[in-house]
């Protein structure tokens, strides 16, 4: 089945020590986003890539950056985290803007991060 | 995007129809109004969407008034698989984006 795959679905990371959290998609969709979600709030929106044009939201810290390789794969890169980045991290994809965003979001299952 | 509202939880029985409402008063003509839903621990998943009509599929119905200003989400025959945070959000289909607000928590009960 086409989907959203987030790896992993855990993870612990160290006070300012990097990661990554990935996300692929088998929906060739051409819009990947990166959702942060904290502990009984909704998802808030960090950035998205359109193709490869990047689009970051204006209240999205500096900490947080993101990489696209190709169509199928998109990265979170968390330079130094604090102990307030503990979240679920959620991933999604559309198929495009205009009248594809009719046909929805597909998000993945997440990967929670706990900062320690 | 327009901002919507939303009762922060709600009950409903087992078997009887939920009734999920939201207003978007200051929604503007091009935007369309969102319905998406979250099962604790699992990404938020695409219910239904709509314009200025009613619509219906096979999850869910949607109710628009005539002045846009507010929608209700309805589902018909609600079971315990249903409770979740039900999120209304208003966006265009130009580029918009969907921003959530703080959803509706619906708990379904025996």
């Not at chain 1, 006070?15 to 969709?29: D, W």
């Not at chain 2, 078997?15 to 091009?30: E, V």
């Not at chain 2, 698989?81 to 209304?88: E, G, I």
């Amino acid at each position: 089945d086409a989907m959203v795959i987030q790896n992993p679905r855990y993870q612990v990371t160290q006070f300012g020590k990097p990661v990554t959290l990935s996300c692929s998609q088998t929906l060739n969709h051409n819009v990947m986003y990166w959702y942060q979600q904290k502990s009984s709030q909704a998802p808030k929106l960090l950035f998205h890539y359109y193709d490869k044009d990047f689009n970051n939201e204006a209240d999205t810290p500096d900490n947080f950056q993101s990489r696209r390789p190709n169509t199928s794969f998109c990265f979170l890169d968390i330079r130094s985290p604090g102990l307030g980045d503990t979240a679920m991290y959620l991933c999604a994809t559309s198929r495009g803007a205009g009248a594809d965003l009719n046909y929805g979001y597909t998000f993945g299952s997440g990967t929670r991060l706990t900062v320690v | 995007d327009a901002k919507t509202t939303q009762p922060p939880s709600m009950d409903c029985a087992e078997g009887r129809a939920a009734n999920l409402p939201c207003n978007h008063s200051t929604i503007s003509g091009n935007e369309y109004v969102y319905w998406y839903r979250q099962i604790h621990s699992q990404g938020p998943q695409y219910i239904i969407h709509g314009l200025k009509n009613n619509e219906t599929n096979e999850m869910a119905s949607l109710i628009i008034t005539e002045d846009r200003k507010s929608s209700t989400l309805i589902l018909p025959h609600a079971t315990l698989r249903d409770t979740a945070v039900y999120y209304c959000i208003v966006s265009n289909n130009q580029g918009g984006k969907l921003i959530f607000g703080q959803g509706t928590e619906l708990s379904v009960k025996p």
